[in-house]
């Protein structure tokens, strides 16, 4: 192996606290990473996603994305075609190899293997985790009548080698399309072969922060701001304006880590109306009847009418962007043009004012919209508070720690992740978040659910992380079966009744929930501490009536209760 892709995989295995389990293994990990990394714009675990072992069927990393979320169950599909009403799928299926040489018949044993993966009566012996993708990809296919088109299908085939468009490898590639195209299942299909050269450049791009190029003519220059080194106010065209929202392969880009709410869906009255207006013969009235995008950006460089953009989220507009994403292959979007806001500036609490402010007119409340931006920027410096094994970093943008190497990438604690941890460990609530936000996110949007509130303490916010990010760790290191992965959240629950020292008290008494967590934190940050109190909690899922893997047990509350009773009763 060269030494960049040993470099490159140093590295990677560093900054995800992963150990070596070989070089083969390792460059399995390293392809997977670099692939989806560049497919996919939010952080995500590379182990759950490397499917190469016995029975691997010739794959070694699958990814399946389903309007811009990567599923790991087939509840979250529910979530998504509940939420939006129609479902985008994207496929990618990975081949990674340590020869230095492309081969023919390794080729033709990934396709082959992908092909299978698609078949009604498949031939190959499949592993676990080949089996689990297939099951959700089974139950894709179920809800096809809620496909915006056919899914796209992406094989990365990747060697330690050089591509030099061998002809007999194009003929291998070429048949390998056409056998997929037969099964009718796909409205495209890529299959791209990856050398060590591809490899090292797309592991750069995971690095870059985000960043476009608009023609910006129809504009105004905003006077002289404090805090704001540029502004501009004025009207983009469709074709300009998706340059923003979406990366070269025509994906949604994760622009929207500033904005208060998630996509609501096309169904509710305001992104129904926007979308009637898009497919209408006038769709040109667009542009007079929207409130426009706000874009807050770190710095904006332009060259007369081009404008380059580096560093940038949207902050107001994420329905009137996700409705024109859905519906940028209509034969009306050519008339569109969209009122913009593009900002630059630095200062944290200007973008809070900015995104506050702009948000004002949606259905949210005032202290909603607080919540979620300064609290949010309060826990990240709670967080930033902690030194040594303590140390963990809460992302509130999308790879905001990307760019910097000395951050671990095991140690980011996303927004998401953050919900699921704290409404498990202090909501008691693991049965809403084993899908994609599920209930949790649906309730905290109307404003019912007991997170980011205000005046909480951010003590039990970070003390569910670290459980978290202890609790990975052990999966990491095969402490602890991945099996038990599924009731991870069920463990992070168990785990504080079983060592609280004393009653939870209120969560907005910052004093009390300190000191409350303070023997949490005491057993979390050590290992041989925390690995038996979590067997603990795993003894207590195997011994109680309780199915970890049936999902009927894992998501309803009266199950929960049983594991709650079961806790008490051990004590």
């Known amino acids: 192996m060269d030494k960049i892709t040993t470099s490159l995989i140093s590295e990677l295995l560093k900054n995800k606290e992963l150990e070596s389990e070989g070089e083969s293994k390792d460059f399995e990990k390293l392809a997977n990473y670099c692939i989806i990394s560049n497919e996919y714009s939010k952080t995500f675990e590379i182990e759950s996603l490397t499917v190469g072992d016995g029975n691997d069927t010739g794959i070694e990393g699958i990814a399946i994305i389903v309007n811009g979320q990567l599923i790991e169950n087939t509840e979250e599909i529910d979530d998504l075609l509940e939420t939006n009403n129609s479902l985008e799928v994207l496929y990618i299926f990975i ?15 990934f396709i082959f ?3 299978d993966f698609f078949a009604n009566n498949p031939a190959l012996v499949r592993n676990v985790d080949i089996s689990r993708f297939a099951e959700i990809s089974d139950y894709l296919y179920q809800k096809a009548p ?3 088109e056919n899914p796209t299908l992406k094989l990365y085939y990747v060697t330690t080698g050089k591509w030099l468009n061998d002809e007999n490898l194009l003929a291998v590639i070429n048949n390998g399309i056409t056998t997929l195209e037969q099964k009718n299942l796909f409205e495209k299909i890529n299959i791209t072969p990856y050398g060590a050269k ?10 870059e922060a985000i960043s476009t ?12 701001i404090n805090g704001i080194s540029q502004a501009y106010i004025g009207i983009l065209p469709y074709s300009e304006f998706r340059k923003i929202i979406t990366n070269d392969e025509d994906g949604l880009l994760s622009v929207f880590e500033d904005n208060v709410r998630d996509f609501q ?35 904006i460089s332009p060259t007369g009418d081009k404008f380059t953009i580096k560093d940038y989220q949207i902050v107001n507009g994420c329905q009137t962007s996700n409705v024109l994403f859905n519906n940028r292959k209509g034969e009306h979007m050519k008339n569109v043009h969209i009122p913009v806001k593009i900002i630059a500036t630095t200062d944290d609490d200007i973008k809070t004012r900015i995104t506050l402010a702009t948000n004002n007119q949606t259905p949210i409340k005032k202290e909603q919209l607080a919540a979620l931006t300064e609290f949010q920027r309060s826990l990240e410096q709670y967080f930033n508070s902690f030194t040594g094994d303590e140390r963990l970093y809460y992302e509130r943008r999308a790879k905001q720690y990307n760019l910097d190497n000395s951050v671990p990438k095991t140690r980011i604690i996303t927004v998401p992740y953050q919900i699921k941890s704290f409404a498990a460990m202090f909501l008691n609530d693991p049965h809403n978040v084993t899908s994609f936000f599920g209930t949790i996110v649906k309730r905290l949007n109307e404003g019912k659910a007991q997170i980011f509130t205000p005046d909480h303490s951010y003590a039990p916010y970070y003390t569910s992380a670290v459980a978290f990010y202890k609790l990975e760790s052990h999966f990491r290191k095969k402490n602890i079966d ?15 009744l079983l060592n609280e020292v004393e009653k939870i008290p209120v969560l907005n008494s910052s004093k009390k929930m300190e000191k409350y967590c303070k023997p949490l934190m005491e057993i979390l940050t050590n290992d041989e501490k925390s690995l038996e109190a979590f067997q603990r909690c795993i003894h207590i899922i195997d011994t109680a009536d309780f199915n970890k893997e049936d ?3 894992i998501k309803v509350l009266s199950k929960t209760r049983i594991l709650i009773d079961a806790a008490g009763k051990s004590l």
């Open 95 to 109: 081949q990674a190899k340590t020869s230095p040489n492309f081969n023919s018949g390794e080729l033709g044993t």
């Open 113 to 115: 293997g992908v092909t």
């Open 146 to 148: 809620s496909f915006k």
């Open 198 to 207: 591809e490899i090292a450049n797309s592991y750069r791009r995971t690095k």
């Open 213 to 224: 190029t608009i023609n910006f003519n129809n504009r105004v220059t905003l006077p002289p």
């Open 265 to 299: 869906g096309d169904s509710n009255d305001v992104n129904g109306g926007i979308m009637k207006t898009l497919n209408s013969t006038d769709s040109d009235i667009f542009s007079v009847l929207n409130n426009g995008v706000t874009i807050v950006a770190s710095s």
């Open 482 to 496: 991945s099996i038990y992965k599924k009731v991870r959240f069920h463990i992070l629950m168990l785990f504080r």
């Open 551 to 553: 999902r009927s047990d």
